[in-house]
C-alpha cells in the first residue's frame, strides 16, 4: 500500500502543481487513500520532495530533477573554463582540467545523474569516470566534447 502511495503521490506532483500538503491529501483521498497529514509528511521526507518554483510563481512540491537541462547549461560553462581534453578507453572516460579544476567539473557531471555513468573519482586536474559500456564511453565523450565546442 506505501508503494501505490507513493507511486501516487510522485505521479500527482509531476502532473499538478500541488502546494500543501492538505491539497495533496485531498487527492489522495480522490483516489482511495485513507492518509493522515502525518503519513503524508512521512512520505514527502522519504521520497525526498522538495519546493521548486513554478512557472505561475507558486512554490510546488517536485522531485527537484526538473531542472536539469539548467544543470547542463551551468555544467557546459564549468566545462569551457577548466576543461582541456576528453578521451576514453574501453568504459573508462579520462577528463584533463586545468590545475584545482577537476573538483567542479566532475560535480557538474554528476548533477547530470547521467544513466551511462556508474561514477567518478576526481583528483586535482583529472577526473575518471566509470561508464556502464565502451558504447556509453563513447557516447558520454561525444556529448561533452560538443558542450566544448557549444
Known amino acids: 500500500m506505501k508503494k501505490r502511495r507513493q507511486a501516487k503521490i510522485l505521479e500527482l506532483i509531476s502532473s499538478k502543481e500541488i502546494e500543501t500538503q492538505e491539497e495533496l491529501q485531498a487527492y489522495l483521498i480522490d483516489y482511495g487513500f485513507e492518509v493522515t497529514q502525518a503519513t503524508i509528511s512521512r512520505d514527502i521526507k522519504e521520497l525526498r520532495l522538495v519546493k521548486d518554483l513554478s512557472s505561475k510563481g507558486r512554490y510546488v512540491y517536485s522531485t527537484g530533477k526538473k531542472n536539469n537541462q539548467n544543470i547542463t547549461k551551468r555544467a557546459g560553462g564549468i566545462f569551457n573554463e ?4 576528453i578521451d576514453y578507453a574501453l568504459n573508462t572516460v579520462v577528463i584533463k582540467c586545468f590545475a584545482g579544476m577537476a573538483n567542479a567539473a566532475c560535480a557538474a557531471i554528476d548533477s547530470m ?14 577526473i575518471f569516470i566509470l561508464c556502464r559500456s565502451e558504447e556509453n564511453a563513447e557516447n558520454f565523450t561525444q556529448k561533452l566534447r560538443k558542450m566544448l565546442n557549444a
Open 82 to 85: 577548466s576543461i582541456i581534453s
Open 113 to 126: 545523474e547521467l544513466d551511462e555513468v556508474l561514477g567518478t573519482i576526481a583528483g586535482d586536474d583529472t
